[in-house]
């Protein structure tokens, strides 16, 4: 082969896999939350979940896309583990597409005809920078251009030096061929990082006579499992969730190219006849993209019985992580690129933070005369996440967030100053009450204690990613803490002034109860605003008042 068709079939890859890309981005950006909603509605049955998966990886053909997403979604607490497993098997028979989409239009369809004008139309609507979601759109269609121009150049190519490379004279047919081959179509996913690309290399191979049917269909199989490496990748120093979906992926795709190699013979000449009597169009291409989707589907029918088997399994595994309460659970760097899925789990880990500042609160009230012994370490916990989540909100900052979540990178910076407020308050309380004595007026101490017990009842509903929390419920019980507060205060004070308590015991009770009633008001602030940032939701012109005071 001479350097100049070696150019081209590099220069043809490159198109491939940039038009690939660009054809992901914008569907994933045009669609918004069109692709949040559809997991979320659409796999609450096994079934449901396979097809969602089969739909959503044909539309943006990307299957490592569709992964990440579900590794966000079930880090976002919007999936379990049994749904995401779904979404991967109907993600790998999704993924299959790409073999149709190269074996009709890439074969039979003048494709210059089409890409070059998509190419230009797409460039027109990206210039249409006051329409994001057309812009995106734009970005996708441009992509789809590129993609198939970059399959007429490698088809093209290896039309070029089909005659003066053969492989029929090779021995496929035992158990080392087979391994052989399915070992290139492995590698061959594995330095490009794209089973869709891997693909259409064997498929553009395939249909200049360079490599023969079964070659390829080995090929084909250890491209199928090349896929997982994406996701083995990406799961690397990632949440355990991820790692669990990644590792249903390996299995899933493990298990199908063993048996898929096992049956190879077998299944290419049953599918042969099958297309003879369906009367399909002849030829390999279109045979190699049945045989692609065949023994995924395959597949999900071997596991599907075995699923639940499966999760439990990968549930007692990656462990290890999740028992550090310190370690960010749910700020995996696989959704930084998908910012409503990295926003959702900015608000999952923050609502981690709130519940760790609610617990320190909760301790500090309940005790008289000590700090608890996990105050430090839970401190300590805190801090590492909230800074964790900062260098997090960092990442996504540096991409193009559409201009509807512009403010909610510095909602989420609001709500995590308001529980490290709370952990500090949670300080000073602690050190009030060490420093402080007893009172011995019983009426003036039960109401101490009442104010106490309201805030306790406060930071206990103040949970935003609670479904039964209300928002209203906790506006409602501060305005009745804060009328409650001055109402102590104000008792405390001509306690103090006729002699029945001591000055400095006076002074110290204020203090520990401003605190006290700061930190109900921050847990009520950060629960209302973690509210709005798991839905998404702008902030009301009230809440940006608030925000302007603060």
């Known amino acids: 082969m001479s350097l100049t068709l070696l150019a081209n079939l590099a220069g043809g890859i490159g198109l491939f896999m940039l038009g690939m890309m660009l054809m992901t981005n914008g569907l994933k950006l045009s669609a918004g939350n069109a692709l949040r909603n559809i997991l979320e509605r659409s796999t609450r049955t096994a079934f449901r979940g396979i097809l969602s998966g089969v739909f959503i990886t044909s539309l943006v053909q990307s299957s490592s896309a569709v992964t990440v997403a579900t590794i966000g979604f079930v880090n976002a607490g919007l999936l379990n583990l049994t749904q ?19 074996a009709t239009i890439g074969f039979n369809v003048n494709i210059k005809a089409f890409s070059l004008p998509a190419i230009g139309i797409g460039m027109m609507f990206q210039l249409a920078k006051t329409n994001p979601r057309l812009a995106a759109l734009g970005e996708s269609l441009a992509g789809f251009g590129i993609f198939f121009l970059g399959i007429e150049i490698m088809k093209t190519t290896f039309a070029g030096v089909g005659g003066s490379i053969q492989l029929e004279s090779l021995d496929y047919s035992g158990a080392t061929g087979l391994l052989l081959f399915s070992g290139t179509g492995f590698l061959l996913t594995f330095f490009m990082q794209s089973s869709s690309a891997a693909m259409a290399i064997i498929l553009t191979a395939t249909g200049g006579g360079i490599i023969p049917i079964n070659v390829a269909a080995s090929m084909v199989i250890g491209s199928n499992l090349g896929t997982t490496t994406t996701a083995a990748i990406a799961s690397l120093g990632a949440t ?47 045979l190699l993209a049945l045989f692609h989707t065949t023994f995924n589907i395959l597949g999900v029918l071997i596991l599907l019985p ?72 839970e401190s300590a916990a805190l801090d590492n996440l909230v800074d964790a989540i900062g ?48 009172i011995s007026h019983p009426v003036l101490s039960e109401q101490i204690a009442n104010f106490k017990g309201s805030v306790a009842k406060l930071l206990e509903k103040a949970d935003a990613l609670d479904e039964e929390y209300s928002s209203d419920d906790c506006s409602e019980r501060m305005e009745a803490i804060n009328e409650e507060y001055q109402e102590l205060k104000a008792v405390l004070l001509r306690a103090g002034t006729v002699g029945e308590i001591g000055v400095r015991q006076m002074v110290n009770r204020l203090e520990m109860l401003s605190d006290i009633r700061r930190i109900a008001e921050q847990a009520e602030k950060g629960a209302r605003f973690l509210s709005n940032l798991k839905s998404l939701t702008p902030l009301s012109p009230d809440e940006e008042k608030e925000v302007r005071a603060d």
């Open 84 to 102: 995401a497993i779904m979404l991967v098997y109907g993600s790998n028979v999704g993924t299959t597409m790409t073999g149709w989409l190269v």
């Open 240 to 286: 355990p969730n991820a790692k669990r979906v990644a590792a249903g992926h390996v299995i899933f795709n493990l298990i199908t190219g063993l048996v898929a190699l096992a049956i190879l013979p077998a299944l290419l000449f049953s599918l042969e006849r099958l297309r003879h009597v369906l009367g399909m169009e002849t030829g390999h291409l279109t």
């Open 391 to 438: 260098d997090f909100s960092s990442s996504v900052q540096r991409r193009n967030l559409p201009p509807q979540l512009d403010d909610q990178l510095p909602n989420a910076m609001r709500v995590s100053r308001y529980y490290t407020e709370i952990a500090e308050l949670v300080k000073a309380t602690t050190k009030s009450q060490l420093k402080g004595t007893p």
């Open 306 to 377: 075995l699923t639940v088997r499966m999760v439990r399994f990968l549930e007692q595994r990656f462990r290890i992580s999740e028992e550090d309460e310190a370690l960010p659970r749910y700020l995996d760097r696989n959704v930084v690129s998908t910012p409503t899925l990295a926003l959702q789990a900015m608000a999952m880990e923050l609502g981690r933070v709130g519940a760790l500042a609610r617990r320190m609160a909760l301790g500090a009230i309940s005790s008289e005369t000590s700090a608890s012994p996990r105050l430090k370490q």
